[in-house]
């Protein structure tokens, strides 16, 4: 099976309303914003969407409401199907092909570890069992679930195993494992770069496509990125790149989460509060934030 995706990803909030309910309402602004700034996907439920703090049944309604939008607006739909429960997951899984999902994506378990390559790919075989076919990437993102594997050996087993294995979403900080991964011997998958600061990087590696927390509000900045990189002008990709550096590292500062979501309001999209344990900015804490950002230039490069 064979699957490209190109372009930027947008990992997707997930919308809350004041009492830590999901708003699905606000899914239809998301959609028409990411129309307007270039984004070209979705990736629902991932990381930035505080997935293993939802539900299941609060999943599979993201998944619905999020298939919908992606289908009139011609967004490419990736739904994140990783769970620590395999009954669970299985039920993901089904959700996300009933409601259009062009491919799945799992992070591997984060409480019982899988505890190798081969583990980790069985773990998906039984995940991905009740729609075997359907196109599916590993999110590799070890600092978050704790589990490193040598991805590049994970794609033999995967590519003989796994009946939809297409790629990898590689949010991992080892670039000299991404090149081997890239230039796999006998496996050619879609390696989908997943750390939005160092962008250059991964294109430069041959990666077409990425998926990134801050394409939801800054997909104009990387983009930008990738056209300076494809016609060669280096020196106003790495300006650009820069940018993104030094944006991300302030948000860092104020707790990326929730500063990541007070930036989308910022855009014009109120995506609501993080659930907790993840802390919502304070409001001193949100305006000094949006100050700093202003004072770097970040809504006149940022945003358009």
Sequence with gaps: MELKLNGLIAAVHTPMNDDFSVNYDAV??????FVGNGAAGVFVSGTTGESLSLSTAERIRLFEVWGKEADRH???????????????????????????????????????????????????VEMTRPVPALPFYFYDIPPMTGVTVDTAAFMTLANEQLPGFVGIKFTNQDLDLLARCMNHESVKADILFGTDERLIEGLALGCAGGVGSTYNFAAPLYRRIIDAYNRGDMEAAQADQARSVKMIERMFQSGFGGACKAVMGFAGVDCGPVRPPINRLQPEAEASLRADLDAMGFFDWALR
């Design 28 to 33: 239809a602004k998301q959609a028409e914003h």
């Design 74 to 124: 011609g967004l490419v739909n990736v739904a994140h199907v990783g769970c620590n429960s395999l009954p669970d997951a299985q039920e993901l899984v089904r959700a996300a092909e009933a409601t259009g999902a062009a491919a799945i994506s799992a992070m591997a378990p984060t409480f019982f570890k899988p505890t190798d390559e081969a583990a980790l790919c069985a773990w998906f």
